[in-house]
């Protein structure tokens, strides 16, 4: 199922996501899962990449030590949970992660 552009507003705004950024993060979502929160790329090398924000396994193994809380990657499916911890990893390094960022 993918998500309406409303209903991604309202996903990434419950995640607390500021309103400066909630353009981009529209963008980004768009450009790695076409708004679809089930989106799985297994052919990530990380060893996959999942939901919304496409994030990859990585930080289910190393990413506790860069945000403070590793991936989940059955909630990870998840919009809310994805939009959360995108948002993290967004505090922490900025659009850096996302090879998507060139379109913000």
């Known amino acids: ?5 409303p209903r991604l507003r309202e996903v ?7 309103r400066n ?7 980004i979502a768009f450009h790695e899962s076409r708004w679809n929160p089930r989106a799985f790329n297994g ?3 990380s060893g996959g990449s ?8 990585w930080w289910q193994y190393f990413g506790k030590a860069e945000i403070g809380e590793p991936l989940d990657p059955l909630l990870a ?8 911890y995108a948002l993290r ?3 922490k390094s900025g659009w850096k992660p996302w090879n998507t960022k060139r379109f913000i």
């Open 1 to 5: 199922m993918v998500l309406a552009e």
């Open 12 to 18: 990434l705004r419950a995640a607390g996501w500021p």
């Open 21 to 27: 950024e909630l353009d981009n993060a529209v963008t």
């Open 43 to 45: 052919d990530d090398p």
């Open 50 to 57: 999942y939901g919304l924000f496409q994030i990859n396994a």
């Open 77 to 84: 499916m998840q919009p809310l949970y994805n939009a959360r």
């Open 89 to 91: 990893i967004w505090r």
